[in-house]
């Protein structure tokens, strides 16, 4: 059974950091295409960043130099780490496993506010 299971969620003021990891379990990790996409409330949802098995990374115009995207093969594990977070940046994210997003995991909230 595939489990994609988010942390790292919460409340932070405007300029702050956040990050979030997602620990999968269940799939072949390594060979994965991997992905966060994040749904604000009344918005459709949309890719925030994604890497491939091999690093490369490839970002939203919205986040680019201010998220990055990183994954641990060895732990199984994908992180995004948030910098300079803006209110607009508050949304439920969702980590994703599979080019055609076969996997999804249960979300994390992430508000920014100050």
């Known amino acids: 059974q595939v489990q994609l299971v988010e942390s790292g969620g919460g409340l932070v003021q405007p300029g702050g950091s956040l990050n979030l990891s997602c620990a999968a379990s269940g799939i072949i990790f390594s060979i994965y295409y991997m992905g966060w996409y994040r749904q604000a409330p009344g918005k459709q949802r949309e890719l925030v960043a994604e890497?491939?098995?091999?690093?490369?990374?490839n970002y939203a115009d919205s986040v680019k130099g201010r998220f990055t995207i990183s994954r641990d093969n060895a732990k199984n594990t994908m992180y995004l780490q948030m910098n300079s977070l803006k209110v607009e940046d508050t949304a439920v994210y969702y980590c994703?496993?599979?080019?055609?997003?076969?996997?999804w995991g249960q979300g994390t909230q992430v508000t920014v506010s100050s």
């Open positions: 994703v496993a599979g080019r055609s997003a076969d996997y």
């Open positions: 890497i491939t098995r091999t690093g490369s990374t």
